[in-house]
């Protein structure tokens, strides 16, 4: 493998002006710059990151762990991240942990290894964290998204679940429903138990009973989402809604009114916490609450660089971002309100990460501000 000595020797110039090339810390004529560059070329030579940062203890790299990387909330995180990661000049790498915290132990300890610079993490399941505070107290950065771990802190981008649920199930009533089944998510993860907190909330603010025999804890995946579905729908008494808290779990749920012909909305009304990105293959088209997830992305990679390189104060910042409550045709009664129009579809952002509207973004410094108990008002649109 040639090294930066080889290439100084092969452009005829000194070993300062190649790597002045390469980091762009000084500038170099055209001319130098078109030598070097071609003895590059020439010697096909790649700079040793790791070796040099090492040595300036800075590798400029960052890893995005997360449970579930086929959950469609994570796509557009990542991408979101990646480009203002990109932008500052940092790599960013992701990994898999299957919610399983033995594994992300072992991930973390690897990225520790390689001198990552930090880490965004959506954390696994699990009591025993100390994996996580370790990371921290060795001085590598880490900063949670999606959710937060019990009883560390450190910084965090997480959306606002509880209102996403109010929104949603308060929508419900408003279309009629007072009979509102709920497929939750884990209830030991902090996103399960705030978008259940939400629906009873709802219920509660409008006087009704919150009816424990509606209440259907499933793991975020689709296979419970079916599973829990049919048993709603093995009920005497029927639902006449079903809120669903991640998209995942949908899936399930439109598979189970497809193999016991439900019409959705004529026989149960059908409202989800994720928009899924197949949604114009279904009909009815699905009401949603819209987690911005490449904003999540963005935001959380932002914070952690800033961390990285000295621009927070020491107190961990929380940020909470508000989702938007997109009504479609799957909540439509007759005689009931009218819908929203249908909100674009999500893409690449057109703003950069610097550039990002944070109008919707509450910050707290230290640990996440407790949710408003009842919203009298909608979710921005």
């Given amino acids: 493998m040639p090294t930066i000595v080889e290439v100084a020797k092969h452009a005829r110039v000194s070993i300062a002006t190649v790597s002045n090339v390469i980091r762009g810390t000084k500038r170099v004529s055209a001319a130098l710059q078109e030598r ?21 203890r800075q590798t400029r790299m960052l890893a995005m762990v997360l449970p579930d990387i086929t959950n469609p909330f994570f796509p557009e995180t990542i991408r979101g991240a990646e480009d203002c990661a990109f932008e500052r000049g940092y790599f960013l790498m992701t990994a898999n942990t299957n919610e399983q915290i033995g594994r992300e132990r072992r991930i973390i300890s690897a990225l520790r290894s390689y ?3 930090g880490i965004l993490l959506a954390a696994a399941c699990g009591k025993d964290t100390s994996h996580i505070q370790n990371t921290l107290q060795s001085g590598t950065a880490i900063v949670c998204l999606d959710r937060s771990v019990s009883g560390i802190n450190t910084d965090a981008v997480l959306l606002d679940n509880v209102r996403g649920g109010q929104e949603c199930v308060h929508h419900l ?6 009979r509102i089944a709920i497929i939750t998510g884990p209830l030991k993860l902090q996103t399960g138990r705030e978008r259940l907190r939400g629906y009873k909330d709802a219920l509660q603010g ?22 829990l579905s049919l048993e709603l729908l093995r009920k005497r008494r029927k639902p006449s809604a079903i809120f669903v808290c991640n998209g995942v779990m949908t899936l399930g749920v ?12 004529d026989d149960i009304a059908l409202a989800t916490f994720d928009d899924l990105t197949l949604d114009h293959s279904f009909r009815p088209h699905l009401t949603a609450v819209v987690q911005p997830s490449y904003e999540i992305g963005a935001r959380a990679a932002t914070m952690l660089m800033d961390r990285i390189e000295g621009k927070l104060a020491k107190e961990p910042l929380v940020v909470r971002i508000a989702p938007t409550l997109v009504i479609r045709e799957s909540t439509n009664l007759r005689g009931s309100v009218g819908s929203q129009p249908t909100a674009p579809r999500g893409g690449k952002q057109s703003k950069t990460c610097s550039e990002m509207d944070t109008s919707r ?21």
């Avoid at 009533?173 to 007072?178: D, L, T, V």
């Avoid at 439109?254 to 909305?265: Q, S």
């Fill in 173 to 178: 009533i408003q279309a009629g429903h007072r």
């Fill in 206 to 227: 409008a006087d009704i009973e919150v009816d424990p025999g509606l209440i259907f804890e499933g793991d975020f995946r689709e296979e419970s989402g079916h599973r």
């Fill in 36 to 56: 070097v560059q071609q003895a590059i070329r020439d010697l096909d030579y790649y700079p040793n990151e790791l070796a040099r940062g090492l040595k300036v």
């Fill in 115 to 117: 001198r990552i610079d």
């Fill in 254 to 265: 439109l598979k189970a009114f497809e193999e016991t012909g439900v019409a959705c909305p």
């Fill in 361 to 381: 973004w509450r910050t707290s410094v230290g640990s996440s501000p407790k949710p408003p108990k009842l919203l009298q008002t909608n979710l921005e649109a």
